[in-house]
């Protein structure tokens, strides 16, 4: 009896402690579903949702399948992700609820609604929205619509560009397929940013190309940072930054954060001392050491690395002078990969290690095939690029990817040329041939200069594409290519015969759209115009101005001057005074009339020349070598028109406008308008506003003498040889004299020659002269060429390929095991400053 009673005791006990169990699963469960994010509406509930102007997701439903109720599964956890964004997520049964626009008599429903207030936003089909990634972004791209723009070429993303450059950064994202989970990432982050940022969506592979992505169907997804907001030009490009890890949350967030940090960071205590805004960002780190006498070059070769590491690597520029540094003097750099790692300090004797070096720790095992693949590609690229005929074909072949916006152009066919003539004051149009580099790489400077004149409302520019509009081009005597023509007020033609560069451009449209010449009526307004008052705003542009002074309105040589200020409009601004206020102007300066006055600014001396043409190239002949300055400063631009004048160069290369420089050319300058240098050509260039002047002085030399250095050449009876004033000799007016008559009576021996080599095409079968030779024997005799690349080379080229391969390969393993061994090398070697980097 005593057991049985145990028995039953114990029995109770465990039944009692089951139904407990039972009761609480059961409270646990409502209290799950009572705290259920999704709101189970009645057609009531909807009325007051869309009147209260609220964005809302919501499904109508009527019977369920198995895909219905997965679907139903993902809705759910769906509500709780964008309670977070204000957006609320609900269900309708139209079993119960029979709301005749959206319950419709189909049995299965497959139909969710985006509403804001009673303004149905979209509408999306279950099978789009499959889960709760895809219900989010979607939800969220739509909600966005305005924040996120999506693109579908490269002009289009240019076009967004243009538009954020100067105020904002642009956020370029690339998504295979619309609706995965780096797709909610994107739209999670642009939800957060997308006032900060510009962000913009590509699915398609034209604007991966643009981008520089070789195979876009192997990219699932991709990020791009353009820092638009420090471009100040139009036609500058917006530099890049690939985000090179998944697309996460998380990751673009910490991707985005790097992006707004400063480039460089600069600390005086060592490495492990060194607190960066960024090391919650879990990046590697790397710190190079400078020292106070190479500090502005290591700056600069610091912003360089972070340039080319910005995106995965922090850097900080550490000043050894401060006492607080106690690292050794035989290591110039330290890097740390993660923050539990140990600092390793090392020894870089170049920026491609360094760049190496993180690359090869970052880069996955896996992706290094891939990367000796992309070497081998580029490799083949610039195999093709060594048998180019010149360097504007290689550009071009280099830069054959990349799409150009021509919207700021207008495209000028048949049917609208003349019209179009007719409704501009001023229409600028290219005629190019799209085969042929010249004009391809001249069409960039075309584009740019219309999107720098796009305010100009009197100004259009325009393009006309002569291989496929030949009817055009031959009325108009298009011969070359490619080739400017300034149209005015519907007819007048004018062409360009300036730089093929976009400043020269430029001034040229500007200038020619004032009226040339410029008829004056007083001796005040000369003096005006020759001072600078009158077009006071082109000034800038053409410091320059003359005025033909005659006598008499009658004067024939006024006919002619008329015509060639019309010829040289854009380049040189020009006046006339007629009858009785030059006259006047005359008798007070004592001119015979004609004659032209000309100005260089308003505190040189002016100089007068006379007019004594009876023809229009005579006069335009005389205006031009009028304006010309007699003791120029040579650059690029400038330099053909002064070798037209077939003189012996007097040159003198001076490195900056310090006082020695300053010298030298006021004794040059004495010698010049004491007429002593009249069958000269007196120049000067300086080296640092004209970069290519060194390369001029070390092939005259062979070398760089100390500077400034005065060189003589292209005298007639000299052979291309060149002579140097003797550095020793200071550079005064006497001294100059007498050198130039020892050499004159060729007693100085020559410091260099010049040889008179001439250009041929690189390749054989590139031998365009050898051609015309063969239609008119000797128009195009040429010496033997050379070839870049010979059959053996380009053998061998092949033959070297695997090798290299396996070399790489042995390194990067060598490389490896040494620094996963110490950190240090074992016997480093001596101390070098990032100057020699």
Known sequence: MPLLVCSFVIMTHLMFILILTLLCLQVQRCAAANTSKLLELTQENLAQKMLSGKMFFVYFGNQVNPTLELFLEQLELSAEALEDYGISVAKINCT??????????????????????????????????????????????????????????????????????????????????????????????????????????????????????DDPASLQAGLWFLHCKDVRRVAEPCPHTAMRRPLTTLNIYAFLQLMEAPLLTEASVDPAEVEVVYSHLHVPLLFLFTQAQTRALDRVTAEMLAWRLRGEVGVVLIHRDSPDVKTPLKYNAAFKLTEEAAMRYVTFNSIEEVVTVFKEEVTPMGEEEEEEEEEDDDEDQWTTLDVLDDEVAESVYRDRDLILDLEPLLELTADIFTSTLAQHDHLVVLFYIKWEAVSIAFLHSFVEVAEALEGFSDVAMASVDCGEWTDICGSQEITSFPTVMAYHHGGEAQLYRGMLGSESLHRFILLSRLGSPLCLSSSEEVQSFMGGGLEQSHTALAPLRAVGLFGSSQDPGVALFEEAARGLRGEILLGMLVDTPAQNWGRELSLDLPALLVSRGPEVQREVHSIQASSLEEVIGLIRNAALDPFPELTVENLPQYLELEKPLLLLFVAEDGPESSAALLEIRGLLHAGHLERYLPCWINLRRTPAGSAVLESYLGGSPQLPALVLSQLQHSAGEVFNFPPRRPLQSRKILQWLQSVESQEEEPAGVVPDEMWGPSVSFYDFLSVMDQELPGYAVQRSTKTKMDAATSEGRQEGKANRKEQKREKREKDRGERQGSGTPANPPSPHTHSEL
């Open 96 to 213: 119960k609820e029979d709301i005749a626009k959206y319950c419709g008599a189909e049995k299965l429903i497959k139909k969710a609604y985006l509403f804001r207030g009673s303004e149905v936003l979209r509408n999306f089909d279950t099978d789009t929205v499959f889960d709760v990634n895809a219900i989010v972004s979607h939800v969220l791209f739509t909600v966005l619509f305005n924040e996120v723009r999506y693109v579908h070429t490269p002009a289009e993303l240019l076009n967004i560009e243009r538009t954020a450059k100067g105020k904002m950064d642009v956020v370029f994202s690339h998504i295979q397929v619309l609706g995965l989970p780096e797709h909610r990432a994107l739209m999670e982050t642009a939800f957060v940013y997308g006032a900060k940022f510009q962000f913009v969506l590509t699915t398609g592979g034209p604007v991966l190309k643009h981008m520089g992505v």
